[in-house]
């Protein structure tokens, strides 16, 4: 099969399929012919709300058709929203099914940091989407970005994973080698350039494995792209690409993202083929998510991606950091091509994960909310007024309400300073007034409502601050809030640098 050819003449990279055993999907709950159904979560990063064709990309380069058949084959959401505009966050409401400070994790933990490594993490109490799971028989697999605590207390293995295999964090700026982990060891390094491979292909062993010994999975595979080091694979950029990848030496910018979307897609279709010639498509339910927006900056060289039409980016509480592109496909119960209008949260993936499993939920408040009967054509009423939090760090910026959306007075100082304006676009560090916007009719947040409308206001005032009882804010314990965030020696709650 030839790759697909672009203007450069290149050729690219075609998904081939495996032949690895043979075709079978036959997990039965013990003592009964029912399928249990597998689960798969792959959660990108910081792909934006236009990054991907299906959700009209305008970029010149994008190219997503793996991702497109899979919206094609399920359902597209179009108000997809993520629990924080950053990834440690982010990736712990999904998990968990709670908000981060409900979680004890609204911030992202720094490896090169000494007491982030020491004293942030995801808490070993919380309660994990594969700790609802094993007790079911399931296997549970982790894969690559991590990002939820370096410190081997908070790794994967200590939160209901089976297996882990990647590098924990981030991989910085420049070829350089990272640490990758089996489990808790050690075993060697690699280049970002060549983690995504390994990745996928441990995604399909695993999925192989499971058909050999007979048990259902869930696999949650955490891909590095398409945040930096902007370094795309050869194979995947055309010539005016890879030159801007030698010029930028894997620093940030728009010429090479296309490359990076491209490869996602590649590895995305790759593992979409195995899946459907080990005979397993049918029944697992694909979960692709993005952990936040995209990472924009003042200087539209220098960022990535794109969040059209939305305002914001990474780090901020505008949309453009918070709606983001996702599908789930599970062709034994939904049906092919839908678009969802309805608001739905990254924290809605546990309980509606553990509805369909059927395992019971935590003995905990979950945020998320069950949407399996909405996966099969019907209604959930619970989203209809849906209220949701826009947390930075501990501090309470934006409520909403239904299709009203309240951006809460603040000042620089009351969030961590991946919230400030230096870092992501749009950002405002400081509001003296509420601004109130109707995502229904200005989905990008340019016609503030404020004024014509004080009793909402009003309402939406006293919501947020009935909240920051329950969840805290910068300056405020909340009464539910997770006692590793606003312990004293938290360094969450400690001054923030300038």
């Known amino acids: 099969m030839k790759g697909k050819s672009f203007s450069s ?3 690219y990279k075609v998904p081939v399929l495996i032949s690895m055993l043979p075709l079978s999907s ?15 979560i792959i959660v990108v990063d910081d792909v934006g709300y236009n990054d991907i064709e299906c959700y009209n990309s305008r970029a010149s380069g994008i190219s997503t058709p793996n991702i497109n058949k899979l919206a094609s084959n399920g359902i597209r959401f179009a108000d997809w929203q993520s629990a924080h505009s950053i990834s440690g966050p982010s990736r712990a409401s999904i998990l968990t099914g709670r908000y981060p400070s409900r979680c004890g994790y609204p911030v992202s933990s720094n490896e090169n940091a000494p007491m982030h490594y020491e004293h942030l993490g995801l808490p070993q109490d919380e309660i994990t989407i594969p700790e609802l799971l094993k007790p079911l028989g399931y296997h549970t697999v982790a894969l690559g970005k991590w990002h939820l605590g370096e410190n081997p207390k908070y790794r994967p293995l200590r939160h209901g994973f089976d297996e882990y295999f990647g590098c924990l964090h981030n991989f910085p700026v420049g070829v350089i080698p990272q640490d ?3 489990g808790d060891s050690l075993i060697g390094q690699e280049i970002y350039e060549n983690i995504h491979d390994k990745l996928t292909d441990r995604a399909i062993r695993t999925m192989a494995s499971a058909i050999e ?8 595979l955490a891909h590095y792209l398409a945040h930096g080091p902007w370094e795309p694979g050869r194979e995947f950029a055309n010539d005016e690409e890879w030159q801007a990848r030698q010029e930028f030496q894997g620093r940030m910018n728009q010429k090479v993202f296309p490359a990076m979307i491209r490869e996602l897609d590649w590895q995305i279709g790759k593992l979409m083929n195995a899946l459907i010639e080990l005979g397993l498509e049918r029944n697992t339910v694909i979960i692709f998510v993005s952990d936040n927006g995209p990472w924009l900056t003042n200087d539209t060289l220098r960022s990535a991606g794109s969040a059209w039409p939305l305002r914001g980016s990474k780090f901020n509480t505008f949309e453009g950091g918070h709606r983001v592109p996702a599908i789930i496909s599970w062709p034994a119960s939904i049906g092919k091509g839908m678009v969802c209008n309805e608001t739905i949260s990254s924290m809605d993936i546990l309980p509606t994960v553990a509805a369909i499993a059927g395992a019971p939920l ?16 019907g209604k959930v009423s619970e989203l209809n007024d849906r209220e949701l939090l826009y947390f930075h760090a501990t501090n309470l910026q934006a409520i909403r309400v239904g299709d009203w959306k309240l951006h809460l007075p603040r000042l620089p100082h009351h969030t961590h300073f991946m919230g400030r304006r230096n870092v992501g676009r749009g950002t405002i560090d400081t509001l003296t007034e509420p601004m109130l916007f109707n995502l229904e009719s200005d ?10 409308n004080p009793e909402i206001v009003l309402q939406l005032l006293r919501r947020a601050d009935e909240r920051r009882k329950e969840l805290g804010d910068w300056d405020i314990k909340g009464f539910d809030e997770h006692y590793l965030t606003v312990s004293k020696d938290s360094i969450i709650k400690r001054p923030i640098r300038n």
């Not at 935590?362 to 054509?377: E, F």
Request: charged content about 25%.
């Open 362 to 377: 935590p003995d905990k408040i979950i945020d998320g909310k069950n949407i399996s009967a909405l996966l099969k054509g």
């Open 443 to 452: 989905i990008d947040e340019s016609q503030d409502l404020a004024e014509e």
């Open 9 to 11: 003449g290149l050729k």
């Open 26 to 40: 036959g997990f039965s709950n013990s003592g009964s012919d029912e399928q249990k159904t597998n689960f798969i």
């Open 180 to 182: 990758i982990y089996e």
């Open 213 to 220: 010994n007979n048990q259902p999975f869930f696999i949650y």
